[in-house]
């Protein structure tokens, strides 16, 4: 039977010595003074080869299940209380709480007051962090929810500034997509040391941290994010599945945890901006639409613009899927070397997704899914936005007859919501 690969974050706290006279289970953390014994007796009955690496417990299994159930039991009655995995993939993960022990003790800065900015201040203080929340200008995107942050237990809210002081003695920095990577709080972060996430990063530990087992579709790319995004979320409605389109197509992911939506899906909009501030970030299906030059004001370099983009495959693993557009060289030599499988998406020539000219239809490999002309998105380009998002859905389980029909939308979806600043 082959192998699972399995990642284990550490829990908040040691396990308590009654815990552990108690417990039938074997104990699976980092931090207790027991682990060592314990899981080093576990593992050599059961015959498991572990490691640990940056404060993340790797273990490989080749068992029926128990033995993760085993764990699974553990972890949620002890730590996690809500901890969730995918045990139909070849490699899961259990995510810890939330919100970390030293973000509790200290303060978090949240950088940039728009949508992201607003729905992350929000999420940390219902978790009782204490926040600083800041803009530089005097009217940002999200002025409008400034009563209600003030109003919040422990939320200081400052516009057109920034305390760069407060900044630096921060346990960590929130960052809003709008905000460059060389603003003054940014480098005053930086020089403190001070980790920065943003709060894609944010919403999807609190997400995975919840328990709803809700799984994730990352779409990025230069052109055909948005779009793409919005057509995925469309053909698991179409299916009878419960989806959202969210991140930078408009409502930040953070807001769902927030007002505790349960969705079987989430097809995630994420820009290079980000994505430079999202390590825990690990989608199950993750889709490059293209790569071209761009936000060349803000990068020095196109290279640093596509290594931004490079970090969609940071977490990745071999049960993960990557969707990339066969045509673009670039896109192909983005993902070479990432973990996982690959499904190619092409309007030259057959593929896992492809247009077939000699017909004028779209394909999934060789199943027909409709005629170009009863596509209603014109151009080129939204044919190969409506491929990749074929693709992405039908690794989710759609089959090909149901995302034909889901692609004869009667009009034109509203696509184009809004990035989130």
């Not at 009955?45 to 940056?54: A, D, S």
């Not at 639409?289 to 693993?317: G, I, M, W």
Request: hydrophobic letters at 45%; a neutral charge.
């Amino acid at each position: 039977m082959p192998q699972k690969r399995y990642l284990l974050t550490p829990g908040p706290t040691p396990v308590p010595p009654e815990v552990l006279a108690a417990l039938a289970e074997p104990v699976i953390h980092h931090r207790s003074p027991d682990f060592k014994v314990v899981f080093e007796r576990v593992m050599e009955r059961l015959g498991q080869v572990f490691r640990t690496e940056n404060e993340i417990l790797l273990f490989t299994s080749s068992g029926t299940g128990a033995f993760e159930s085993a764990v699974m039991a553990f972890l949620k009655r002890v730590y996690w209380k809500s901890a969730s995995f995918r045990p139909e993939a070849p490699s899961c993960r259990l995510w810890p709480a939330r919100i970390a022990d030293a973000w509790r003790r200290g303060t978090v800065a949240v950088v940039g007051l728009g949508k992201s900015g607003v729905a992350a201040t929000r999420l940390l203080a219902r978790e009782g962090v204490r926040v600083y929340a800041s803009d530089a200008s005097d009217h940002p995107y999200g002025g409008d929810a400034l009563a209600t942050l003030r109003a919040l237990p422990g939320v200081t809210v400052d516009v057109g500034r920034h305390d760069l002081a407060r900044i630096r003695s921060a346990a960590a920095v929130i960052v809003s997509p709008g905000v460059p990577p060389d603003a003054p709080p940014l480098a005053a972060a930086r020089e403190a040391r001070v980790p920065i996430l943003s709060e894609i990063d944010l919403g999807f530990r609190a997400l995975a941290a919840s328990g709803g087992g809700t799984r994730i579709i990352a779409i990025t790319g230069t052109n055909g994010k948005t779009t793409t995004t919005a057509l995925v979320a469309h053909l698991l409605r179409v299916a009878g599945l419960s989806a959202e389109a969210v991140g930078n197509i408009g409502r930040p992911l953070a807001d769902v945890v927030l007002q505790g939506d349960h969705y079987q899906w989430l097809a995630v909009e994420v820009s290079s901006f980000q994505l430079h501030d999202s390590p825990h970030f690990a989608p199950a299906i993750g889709v490059v639409t293209n790569l071209a030059p761009d936000h060349l004001d803000r990068y020095p370099a196109v290279e640093a613009y596509y290594a931004d983009k490079r970090l969609l495959f940071q977490n990745a693993s071999d049960g993960d899927v990557w969707i990339l557009n066969g045509d673009d060289a670039a896109v192909l030599d983005l993902a070479a070397g990432a973990r996982g499988r690959r499904a190619l998406f092409s309007l030259r020539r057959p593929a896992d997704g492809w247009y077939d000219p000699s017909d004028r239809r779209l394909r999934l490999g060789g199943h027909p899914l409709l005629p170009r002309d009863e596509l209603v998105l014109l151009g080129d380009h939204n044919v190969a936005n409506a491929l990749a998002a074929a693709l992405a859905v039908h690794e989710a389980g759609l089959s090909p007859g149901v995302i034909g029909e889901g692609l004869r939308v009667p009009r034109r979806p509203s696509f184009f919501v809004g990035s989130i600043l």
